[in-house]
């Protein structure tokens, strides 16, 4: 049975429309099913139910070295460099947060305590598995937001000190990282974050392995007593 | 005319499929970006979005290439592309406001999947991407599709 076309114009329109938004919402109940299903089987998958982010707020611009500081007004008694405003910017934010930021000599004076030998100060590298991978600082563990390695744990329960890094500057998965250990029991007062991070290390010219944890691949070996910028540490 | 809206359909099934698989090589990155947009605090909400979104584009763009449920397909990316263009020019507009620049001049990563890119540009792409998907909605790029309307009247 037919209808005469002038009759059942306007009704086949509105089924037609009808049909357009079904099949849409057919798309985007199986759109969304193979979404989660795909995260699911990725080998770099989202856990729908961790906080990435326990610092909370949004990422902040952080002031950098060569931003200019505040400038000086009468009752300011001395002008601070812009290095040491940029500091100052990221020790309040990390205090703030209950976390301990520590400068390029400080991570250099963990890194030559021999401690570090028997593990009782780590480094954990809060980076992705590709920046790790290229190079990290001998020894660190990797931290990375994918495979969270679940021995960095208890490696970081026996520590008496643990130093978590990224990138530096406008990075913030050192003091997520730091967050998160603290949240799996790690004590506070032996979390330190390495503000400088990868950046100020690898320009600095200081060992950088390669590959895996332990690879004995070195791109630096022998430049830590040369480097200027962080001298009077004890080896 | 059909032919010119089906290399439009590939192209907007192409762009979709490699946005999502650009997200979903590194969805935490994704995260990253979205958490700028500060949207919700609901972390489990921006997880799911992080998780779910990447693999979704790659879906619909799969879809699109194959020429399954068009227009129910082009309904859905548009539901998706006007809210979101709103949400990047919001941006936009802030980052203009905090840096003092001219407005074609801000330069961010949307999230989009293309990394970093002039504003002017980004809107500009949106809009043809919102045209297209407009395009094949109201029925156009019928050739060489697998099943074009999923659900065929009887």
Known sequence: ????????????????VGR????????????????????????????LTRDYFPTGTPHQVRPVANVAPPPVTGTNPAPIS????AANFLAAQMKEKGLQLIDGRQALQYFHDPRFQQNKVVFVDARKEEEYQKGHIPEAYEFGPYHPDAT?????????QVVVYCNGGDCDDSENSALMLRDVGIANQKLFVYGGGMTEWLANNLPVETGARNSGILLKTNTVSGTNALPNVNK | ????????????????????????????????????????????????IAAALPWFEVFCGLLLLAGIAVRGTALTLLVMLVPFTGVVFHR???????????????????????????????????????????????????????????????
Not at chain 1, 3 to 15: C, E, I, M, V
Not at chain 2, 15 to 30: E, I, N, R, T
Not at chain 2, 134 to 153: C, D, I, M, P
């Open chain 1, 1 to 16: 049975m037919k209808d005469n076309p002038t009759q059942s114009g306007a009704p086949d329109r509105l089924l037609a």
């Open chain 1, 20 to 47: 357009v938004f079904l099949e849409a919402v057919l798309v985007a109940a199986l759109g969304a099913a193979f979404a989660f299903a795909a995260n699911q089987v990725s080998p770099k998958s989202v856990a």
């Open chain 1, 82 to 85: 812009a290095a040491d405003f």
């Open chain 1, 152 to 160: 960095v744990r208890s490696v970081c329960l026996q520590a008496e």
């Open chain 2, 1 to 48: 005319m059909d032919a010119s809206a089906v290399a439009g359909r590939w192209l907007l099934g192409g762009v979709f499929l490699y946005m999502g698989l650009s997200k979903a090589l590194d969805p935490v990155d994704f995260l990253k970006l979205l958490r700028q947009y500060d949207l919700t605090q609901s972390s489990l909400l921006l997880n799911s």
């Open chain 2, 92 to 154: 936009a507009l802030l980052l203009q406001a905090a840096q003092n620049i001219p407005f074609c001049a801000v330069k961010f990563d949307c999230g989009c999947g293309t990394g970093e890119e002039f504003i002017c540009r980004k809107l500009l792409e949106n809009l043809l991407l919102i045209l297209l998907t407009a395009w094949l909605l109201v029925g156009h790029g019928r050739q060489w599709s697998l099943r074009f309307n999923l659900l065929k009247s009887s």
